[in-house]
């Protein structure tokens, strides 16, 4: 085994997964629940970025229902982030699980 090969494609890994976080910081994922009536922008990176409220879904007296659907919402956007930054982890990774990319 050539250590010195195997360094070199370590250091490319690396330069080619750092590369890919950059692009996922700059790439979006949107959730919606509620039929649509709550709608969240989040980044590869898990940046919320934009939250939309339909008013029709804003009643003063159950603000219990709006807070849970955009929490909901939120944390679909959140997972739906970590997927696509997961799935482009493992393209460069070729499938290998190495603990904290995925």
Avoid: R, W, Y
């Avoid at 709550?38 to 219990?64: L, N, Q, R």
């Avoid at 929490?71 to 499938?95: H, P």
């Amino acid at each position: 085994m050539d250590i010195n090969k195997l360094m070199k494609q370590a250091q490319q890994m690396q330069a080619g997964m750092q590369k890919a976080q950059e692009d996922l910081a700059g790439k979006t994922v949107e959730a919606s629940v509620g039929g649509g009536k709550v709608t969240v922008v989040a980044t590869g990176a898990g940046d919320v970025h934009d939250i939309k409220i339909d008013p029709s879904i804003i009643d003063p007296e159950d603000a219990e229902f709006l807070q849970e659907l955009v929490l909901k919402c939120v944390q679909e956007a959140i997972t739906k982030g970590k997927d696509m930054a997961s799935g482009e982890m493992s393209k460069l990774t070729g499938g290998l699980n190495i603990p904290g990319l995925g």
